[in-house]
């Protein structure tokens, strides 16, 4: 019996981490293209890619890598690995073929084919789940070293960790200002300001306030020029998200978080473009982003106040409710995140659920007056109904597309009466509903609205496949890290022409396109170098999300997800939206990345019901490093009882 074991030992210490890394390999070999011949062998390989010398380097890698942290990945390898391993693995192989084909044919393309993607996804799943152990492990193994490194820095950072984030962010930022002077005034940016300033009817379509307030600033820049109003506005712009910013990292600090948090958060957003780019340009985006992470970073503040069984103080709660107004005046979208994030303290704000009651109500008043009493007095027009049904209408083109003779009398007419039934499905196009949904009868009533529900409902039952196409086709790019998105350009480096530009303004570059191009060619450069590239991916965030999540399941934290809430409904908000992987859509998840950290460490650590967090063994072959302290996880002083 002894010999038999050894020689298993010895065949799970090699032969499984050498088959598991092949199954990788050949995973992350096919490109998503489908083959339809015969025999399934045949269709194999041709799908696959492997004739490399990248592949060849990456199989190297992988089983060098299998066979060195296989131990590692035997011991830290759960339920939550698996369930994350499965959910990102799934991500992928959707991904891949909805990116190479705009449908899911790599996966239900024949019996065979399904055989193919079922060999893909226990690829992607063995590495994912090896990936994701491996990276509870360490955050087991360094966890106390994580809170260890405490704020020890240049006496500038200790007095004002709010002026060194400001200087460094601002300073990484000044060439996208100044090389596209006076500002970049894209598609959406021009329409406000033409609404504030009366040249075109304005509506709810954008908000409206921040419409009037562009046109507001603009009138005074037009005291010298066009281009002087403009410069005002992408000046203010640029100011208040600095700002938000640079407070985001302040309120870090001063939570005492890690000082390697604290140093990542100025650089994430000094160097990431997407911060730098969105700053320049006058749009509600890049302001709307800002303001949802100095709000977040504010709420989770809020939480960690309630852990530490203290009250949370009224200034607090006062400056976190009126940012959170802000959001919502600054995307309509807004409200539908931040009501249910406040709806989720209540449950744990037991000491102030009075005062933060009373800040859900002021909030929800004042934003109902702002848009249902003054914007009508003012005559400012409601947003058309359309810009809420981007997905059925998708749903119901792709339906024409791919099933136009499988459609009543009754159904026809109830789809013409708010769409171009005629020629909706020409105007699909997989990834972005603009066109379908332009085709909106703006004269459509909510008995014609009914009616389309109804048909759209009946047409559903009959092919769901169609729907379930559409309905991927136009959000995987939220889910799967390694798509970048080009119909629409991440970026809005550019000023709009006709007809949105009637003539009325006079607004140009004044750098010539060879020195504005440096800006734009190095955000662009940042989607194409590898690592890189994840930071600007909508999905990678998604990613994160979830990681984060997860973990915190693991650790039996898992009422500490609620807080997370407002990140969950962005993701949502970004599935219901017209463009599928759009980087500004999801700009506001990715600027509340070092609070979404901060929350998942600091949250990891609360004790349960006063106990120090249990902690798993480790194998007997991994050492972990010494630590003259208490070997248990202590609770930093972020989640520290003040003394009394």
């Given amino acids: 019996m002894p010999v038999v074991s050894n020689i298993y030992n010895k065949y799970v210490a090699h032969v499984s981490p050498a088959i598991t890394a092949l199954f990788v390999l050949i995973s992350i070999s096919f490109t998503g293209k489908v083959s339809l011949t015969q025999p399934i062998l045949l269709d194999l390989a041709q799908e696959l890619n492997g004739n490399s010398t990248v592949t060849v380097i990456a199989g190297s890698a992988l089983l060098i890598f299998f066979l060195l942290k296989w131990d590692i990945y035997r011991e830290y390898r759960s339920k939550i690995t ?21 449908n899911w044919s790599f996966l239900f393309a024949s019996k065979g084919q399904l055989a193919i993607a079922l060999l893909a996804f226990i690829g992607y799943f063995f590495l994912f789940d090896f990936l994701v152990s491996q990276l509870f492990y360490l955050l087991d193994i360094f966890h106390d070293a994580i809170f260890e490194a405490q704020m020890h820095g240049h006496n500038l950072i200790k007095r004002h960790p709010f ?10 930022w000044l060439p996208y200002l100044i090389f596209n002077l006076p500002g970049s005034v894209p598609y959406d940016g021009y329409r406000q300001i033409n609404m504030g300033l009366g040249y075109e009817a304005i509506s709810q379509h954008h908000p409206w306030l921040l419409s009037y307030a562009f046109a507001f600033i603009m009138r005074i820049g037009q005291l010298f020029s ?9 000046t203010c712009l640029f100011l208040v998200e600095l700002f938000c910013y640079s407070s985001t990292c302040s309120s870090l600090y001063k939570m005492h978080a890690p000082q390697w948090l604290y140093i990542f958060s100025i650089g994430f957003f000094a160097l990431v473009p997407a911060f730098g780019a969105y700053a320049q340009v006058v749009m509600k985006d890049g302001l709307y982003s800002a303001l949802f992470a100095l709000w977040f970073i504010n709420y989770i503040k809020m939480f960690v106040t309630i852990k530490q069984h203290r009250q949370i103080q009224t200034s607090t709660i006062l400056a976190t409710a009126i940012v959170g107004l802000l ?9 539908y995140v931040i009501i249910p994030a406040y709806i989720v303290l209540l449950f744990f704000s037991k000491g102030s659920r009075a005062i933060n009651l009373t800040a859900i109500i002021a909030v929800c008043a004042f934003y109902l007056l ?9 005559g400012v027009q409601p947003g058309p109904t359309k810009e809420i049904l981007s997905l059925p209408f998708q749903q119901t083109a792709r339906y024409l597309r791919d099933y136009p003779n499988d459609v009543t009398v009754e159904e026809a007419k109830a789809i013409s009466s708010v769409l171009d039934y005629k020629h909706l499905g020409d105007m699909y196009v997989p990834e972005r509903s603009d066109p379908v949904k332009d085709s909106f009868a703006s004269k459509s009533t909510k008995r014609d609205l009914v009616r389309y529900f109804k048909a759209w409902l009946l047409m559903g039952l009959r092919h769901p496949d169609a729907y379930l196409q559409a309905t991927f086709n136009n959000t995987f790019g939220y889910f799967y890290p390694s798509y970048n998105y080009t119909e629409l350009g991440p970026y809005q480096f550019y000023i709009q022409g006709e007809p949105i530009a009637t003539g009325d303004l006079d607004i140009h570059y004044l750098l010539p396109e060879n020195i504005r191009g440096i800006c734009s060619g190095w955000a662009q450069l940042w989607r194409n170098l590898p690592v890189l590239n994840l930071l600007v991916s909508p999905g990678a965030y998604t990613w994160l999300l979830l990681l984060c999540a997860g973990y915190l399941v693991r650790e039996r934290r898992s009422a500490a997800i609620l807080p997370l809430v407002a990140l969950f409904l962005n993701v949502a908000v970004c599935c219901v939206s017209p463009v599928n992987g759009y980087l500004r859509y999801a700009l506001p998840l990715i600027a509340c990345t070092p609070a979404l950290l901060y929350w998942t460490l600091i949250a990891s650590r609360i004790p349960n019901n006063g106990s120090p967090k249990h902690q798993r063994s480790l194998p007997a072959d991994i050492k972990k490093p010494v630590n003259t302290q208490d070997s248990r996880k202590s609770v930093p002083a972020a989640l520290s009882m003040p003394k009394k």
């Avoid at 066009?226 to 992408?234: E, K, P, Q, R, S």
Wanted: hydrophobic share 60%; proline share 2%.
């Fill in 370 to 378: 702002l848009n249902n009493v003054v914007a009508p007095a003012l």
């Fill in 226 to 234: 066009d281009n002087m109003g403009v410069f005002l506005i992408t």
């Fill in 163 to 172: 002026v060194f984030a400001f200087c460094i962010i601002g300073f990484a």
């Fill in 327 to 335: 959001v919502c005046l600054t995307r309509n979208n807004g409200i």
């Fill in 82 to 102: 698996r369930i994350l391993a499965s959910l990102f693995s799934l991500f992928t192989i959707i991904g891949i073929s909805y990116a190479a084909n705009d």
